[in-house]
């Protein structure tokens, strides 16, 4: 398995952020016409066919037993939960309101990081989530155009599936390839979403607009596998304290693509946020480089 630097971890983890950034608002873009179901575990099935032939033209043999336990996390997490999860409360939220009650993710992250993969992030590195967390919470609380409401425990769930998927995914990855560890849990579960879909009633394609494709094709491709390839192999290679933080950073981008794409308002309350949480990212991540150099 090839390994990476830290600092090339920290640079993976940032493409990965940037795959994960357009999950949203695509998301909303393909929930109107395609429905919830149809968005949260259709992507994951058509992931996995892609995944299926990744592992298939790299020759590589199914994972030992000792993994599948952590595989089966991962299904139930990131690609089940999590997608699921965003989709349903999507259908009626905003995609920026989602992406900065979302941004609650690093932290969690990183806090299922000390408990499970066992790591011990210095004192300045939670000085620093705290302060990207703070400037998440002006938004959220102070800037958003939507108040907190139901929709936000949907999304704190949604949290919860995420970092928990992350961590697993992350600690694995030490072990496996990014690649494999993404494609092995999207070819395992892929049975039982098959098995979900076929259950329902799907829309009628012959009533879902371009758009709807455009976003179903980028959760599929981009968000449920090739951002997910470079996340786990960067919070792999970085840490997954340290690079977990680097989502403070998404939901600012993904509020980026909404106003782009879905003509959401971007306002100064926002930006000012977006300092405060640059901040917080640059002094976590700093800490933990010197730490390392030390």
Known sequence: MQRFSSRQGFVLAAM?????????PATRVAVVDLGALTVGLGRALAAALLALVFLIARGEPLPARRYWPSLAVIALTVIAGFPLISAAVLASSSASHAAVVVALAPVCTAILAVLRA???PARRFWLGSALGLFGVGLYVFGASPDAPGEADLGLLAAVLCVSIGYTEGARLSRELSGASVISWSLVLAAPFVALVLAASDLPSVSLVRPAAWFGFAYVSLVSMFAAFVAWYAGLAAA?????????????FLTVLWAALFLDEPVTPGLLGALVVCVAGVALATRARLEQARA
Do not use: A, D, H, M
């Not at 990965?16 to 949203?24: A, K």
């Not at 840490?239 to 939901?251: F, N, T």
């Open 239 to 251: 840490g997954i304290s340290r690079g977990s933080q680097l989502q403070l950073l998404q939901p």
């Open 118 to 120: 066992g790591e011990r």
């Open 16 to 24: 990965g952020v940037l795959g994960f950034s357009g999950t949203l």
